[in-house]
C-alpha cells in the first residue's frame, strides 16, 4: 500500500509518516530528509539546493523526482512507501504516477491533513526553539521569514494537489488540528 501525505509545512507529515512506519512496516520517503542529508553530506547536489532550501523555496522537479526514483527502484517497503512532502508539484505528482505504473504499483490514496496557517507557525517555531533548548540547532528554514516562503509556496505550488488527487478519486481529509493519537487512528480507519 502506498500513499502520500499531503500537508503544509508543519501539518504533521513527519510524526504520522514515523507512526506508520512503526506500525505497519512502511517505508517513508521524505524528499526534505534526503535533500538535508545531501546537504550533511556535502554532494555537489547538497551544495546546489542549499541557498534554495533555507529560503524556504522548492528545489527543481527534475532533483526530487531523480532521488524519489532512486529509492523506489532499490525496493524494500515490505509495507509500501509512504511519500512524505513529495509530491509538492503537479509535475511532481503526474511523475510520480508514471513511477508507479512502470513498477507495476499503484497508489492507495493521498491523506491530507488540514490545518491552519496560525497553528503552522506556532508548531514550526515551536519545533526550532524545542530543537535549541535540547542543545541542538533548529532547521535552517524554521523562521519566520522562510516559513512565510514555504507557506507561499505550498499555496501556490502544492495545494492544487488537493484538486488533482480529489478528482482521480484518491484523495482523504484528516483534521490535522486533532492530537496526534487522534490524528493517527483517522489515518488508520482511512487506510482500513
Ligand atoms: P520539508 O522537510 O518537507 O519541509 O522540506 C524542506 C525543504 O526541502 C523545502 O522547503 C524545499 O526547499 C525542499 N523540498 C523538499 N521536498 C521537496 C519537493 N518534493 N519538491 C521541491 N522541493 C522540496
Not at 114 to 129: F, K, S, Y
Amino acid at each position: 500500500m502506498n500513499i502520500i501525505l499531503l500537508g503544509p509545512p508543519g501539518a504533521g507529515k513527519g510524526t504520522q509518516a514515523q507512526r506508520l512506519v512503526d506500525s505497519r512496516d512502511m517505508m517513508q520517503l521524505s524528499t526534505g530528509d534526503m535533500l538535508r542529508e545531501a546537504r550533511t553530506s556535502g554532494t555537489d547536489m547538497g551544495k546546489k539546493v542549499a541557498a534554495v532550501m533555507d529560503a524556504g523555496n522548492l528545489v527543481t522537479d527534475e532533483i526530487v523526482i531523480g532521488l524519489i526514483r532512486e529509492k523506489l527502484e532499490a525496493g524494500g517497503a515490505k509495507g509500501g512507501f509512504i511519500f512524505d512532502g513529495f509530491p509538492r508539484t503537479l509535475a511532481q505528482a503526474d511523475a510520480l504516477g508514471e513511477l508507479l505504473t512502470e513498477m507495476g504499483q499503484t497508489l492507495h490514496c493521498a491523506i491530507e491533513l488540514q490545518v491552519n496557517d496560525e497553528i503552522l507557525v506556532e508548531r514550526i517555531l515551536g519545533r526550532a526553539a524545542d530543537a535549541v533548548a535540547a542543545g541542538g540547532t533548529a532547521r535552517a528554514d524554521d523562521n519566520e521569514e522562510s516559513l512565510k516562503t514555504r507557506l507561499m509556496a505550498y499555496y501556490k505550488q502544492t495545494s492544487p494537489l488537493i484538486g488533482y488527487y480529489h478528482a482521480k478519486g484518491d484523495l482523504k481529509a484528516i483534521d490535522g488540528l486533532a492530537s496526534m493519537d487522534d490524528v493517527a487512528a483517522n489515518i488508520a480507519q482511512a487506510l482500513d
